[in-house]
């Protein structure tokens, strides 16, 4: 089974960096779109930003010009670099995956478990 596994996650103080980074395992036939998503306590989960296979990024608008997103194809891999962090982003961050189905036409989702981020005012 796939596995997806998070990690950089922690405590920074308002106006700070973190770096996250997923990694991907398991019977992968191919990586489609990758991308980060987080969810705040009484919020719905909701997208930060994605990455196609050839490098398309898409962003939501209050961390455009803050976050990048990126991926290491040859390492089955996304990070999330998160600049100027504001405690408006505090939330849990989870990586996600489109595997592309082997034999069969079609993806399937793959979520990790979380991590943290907590910005301090």
């Known amino acids: 089974q796939v596995q997806l596994v998070e990690s950089g996650g922690g405590l920074v103080q308002a106006g700070g960096s973190l770096r996250l980074s997923c990694a991907v395992s398991g019977s992968i036939f191919r990586l489609s779109v990758m991308g980060w998503y987080r969810q705040a306590p009484g919020k719905q989960r909701e997208l930060v930003a994605s990455?196609?296979?050839?490098?398309?990024?898409n962003y939501q608008d209050s961390v455009k010009g803050r976050f990048t997103i990126s991926r290491d194809n040859a390492k089955n891999t996304v990070n999330l670099q998160m600049n100027s962090l504001k405690p408006e982003d505090t939330a849990v961050y989870y990586c996600?995956?489109?595997?592309?189905?082997?034999?069969?036409?079609?993806?399937?989702?793959?979520w990790g478990q979380g991590t943290q981020v907590t910005v301090s005012s």
């Open positions: 990455i196609s296979t050839g490098g398309t990024t």
């Open positions: 996600n995956a489109q595997v592309v189905r082997m034999f069969t036409r079609g993806s399937d989702d793959y």
